[in-house]
């Protein structure tokens, strides 16, 4: 969600690497204006939950800014038009065999 929304304003704004540096200047100021009640990094890594090696939701929206521009896929399109039809001709089938069921039930519930 957050990527959908970096994009949008990279693209209204026209320029990503001044996005990306206005979230970078938004976390740290976030960051700083934070209470101090967050248990400090080393008990987190004691407790296994510190990854020193994966970068945080913040540098990944940067560094995906700082890269060049997702190019526009058209095979979702296709893909989801491709499943609309098939849903389309599933359910016109099983109309048409209900249908098919249900005369045969009268014609038997006639002949009793």
Known sequence: MERW???SAAAAVGDRGQVARTIGKAALAARR??????????????????????????????????APAPTPRSWPLAALTALALTTALCTAEAAHDLEGLLELAKHAAGHS
């Not at 204006?33 to 990854?51: E, F, H, K, M, S």
């Open 5 to 7: 929304a970096d994009e």
């Open 33 to 66: 204006t934070r209470a101090r009640t967050r248990v400090p990094a080393a008990a987190l890594a004691l407790l296994g939950r510190l990854r020193p090696n994966t970068l945080g939701p913040v540098p990944r929206r940067v560094t995906a800014l700082l």
